[in-house]
């Protein structure tokens, strides 16, 4: 069956480190790949895209890569500030436009 | 804001009830989705609409019923719902729904206990 696993449920850091979060994947073939940021009490927020035929893509102090043949994405955020604290979600197309979500990673950044 | 509307915000209801959630979303979109999110669980893909056409109902029960009057505004009409179905439903629209390369807009979504 279909499957998406983000590596951990919680991720410490302190703050102006760089958190890596991973998302990988079974059974699937996406052409994109997506990222999401949801806070407590609130809608998941998207961040960012990439398509299957790029590498790397960089927004501000956020990196995504995306690996087909390890069928994984890595989602960086560099020096860290205790206000990247959230949920991050990872989604991907299994068919015509409807994403599967991964059940997300709690991020939290120490001052 | 995300330009994507939700009310009520808080819901209990009882098991007998007979309640709607309603959205509202003014980017002008062509797609509308409903999602539930339990605890601990991914995001759950329920209805999807295409210019007011119901074109996903992902396996969904009878007991929750959509309506899409206009590509703006969307309802999921509630009855006789279970305990288990207690969780935050969250309501999104993209530009359109064929392709995935649209990121997806969401509410706030409403927080429903079923008691």
């Known amino acids: 069956s279909q499957k998406i696993e983000q590596n951990s449920e919680a991720l410490n850091i302190q703050e102006g480190k760089t958190a890596t979060l991973t998302c990988n994947y079974t059974?699937?073939?996406?052409?994109?790949l997506q990222w999401y940021r949801q806070d407590p009490g609130r809608g998941p927020v998207f961040l960012l895209l990439i398509r299957e035929n790029e590498k790397e893509k960089r927004k501000e102090r956020l990196k995504v890569t995306f690996d087909t043949t390890l069928k994984q994405s890595l989602f960086h955020i560099t020096a860290s500030q205790p206000a990247d604290s959230a949920t991050y979600l990872c989604?991907?197309?299994?068919?015509?436009?409807?994403?599967?979500f991964g059940q997300g990673t709690i991020l939290t950044v120490h001052p | 804001e995300t330009g994507v509307t939700q009310t009520p915000r808080h819901l209990v209801m009882g098991m007998t009830n007979k309640k709607s959630l309603k959205c509202e979303q003014h980017l002008g979109h062509n797609a509308m989705y409903w999602y539930k999110q339990s605890a601990k669980k991914p995001l759950e893909l329920m209805f999807v609409y295409s210019l007011e056409e119901r074109v996903e109902n992902n396996s969904v029960p009878s007991r929750f019923s959509p309506e899409c009057p206009n590509s703006s505004h969307l309802f999921l009409h509630l009855h006789t719902l279970q305990p288990e179905d207690s969780a935050l439903y969250l309501c999104?629209?993209?530009?359109?729904?064929?392709?995935?390369?649209?990121?997806?807009?969401f509410g706030p979504g409403t927080r429903l206990t079923v008691t």
């Open positions: 989604a991907l197309d299994i068919s015509r436009g409807k994403l599967t």
């Open positions: 999104a629209s993209s530009q359109d729904f064929a392709a995935a390369h649209y990121e997806q807009y």
């Open positions: 059974n699937y073939s996406p052409a994109y």
